[in-house]
C-alpha cells in the first residue's frame, strides 16, 4: 500500500519561498508519476507539477511555470515541490500524489494514492 506524507507548510510572508517534501513508502514500480497539487478554499483542486520516479518527464501546468519547482530524490522516496516569491494568492493546501499507471497527467482523477495535504498560508 502507497502511503503519502507531506510536510514544509506554515505560514509566510509574500515574497519568501518554501520547500514542500512528500515522502513516499511502498511504491515498488519506478513507472510511478508523482504529482503535487494544490487547492484553495471554495475552488477546485489544481494541477501544480508532476515528475516520473525516474526524475525524468516533469511537467509543470502553465500558470505555475516560473515559480514553481519539482523534483525527486530517490534515495530518499521524496519528492519536492519548490515555491518561490510565494503570493497571497498561493494560499492552499498542497497534496503530493502517485499516479500508478505512470502519466502524470493534470487531472486528479488519474491519481490513485494521495497524501493528507499541507497546509500555506502566505500574508500579504
Known amino acids: 500500500q502507497v502511503q503519502l506524507v507531506e510536510s514544509g507548510g506554515g505560514l509566510v510572508q509574500a515574497g519568501d519561498s518554501l520547500r514542500l517534501s512528500c515522502v513516499a513508502s511502498?511504491?515498488?514500480?519506478?513507472?510511478?508519476?508523482m504529482g503535487w497539487f494544490r487547492q484553495a478554499p471554495g475552488k477546485e483542486r489544481e494541477f501544480v507539477a508532476s515528475?516520473?520516479?525516474?526524475?525524468?518527464?516533469?511537467y509543470y501546468a502553465d500558470s505555475m511555470k516560473g515559480r514553481f519547482t519539482i523534483s525527486m530524490d530517490n534515495a530518499k522516496n521524496t519528492v519536492y515541490l519548490q515555491i518561490h516569491s510565494l503570493k497571497p494568492e498561493d494560499t492552499a493546501v498542497y497534496y503530493c500524489?502517485?499516479?500508478?499507471?505512470?502519466?502524470?497527467?493534470?487531472?486528479?482523477?488519474?491519481?490513485?494514492?494521495w497524501g493528507q495535504g499541507t497546509q500555506v498560508t502566505v500574508s500579504s
Open positions: 511502498g511504491v515498488t514500480y519506478d513507472n510511478y508519476a
Open positions: 515528475i516520473f520516479w525516474s526524475g525524468d518527464n516533469i
Open positions: 500524489a502517485a499516479d500508478a499507471a505512470g502519466w502524470g497527467t493534470e487531472s486528479p482523477d488519474n491519481y490513485d494514492y
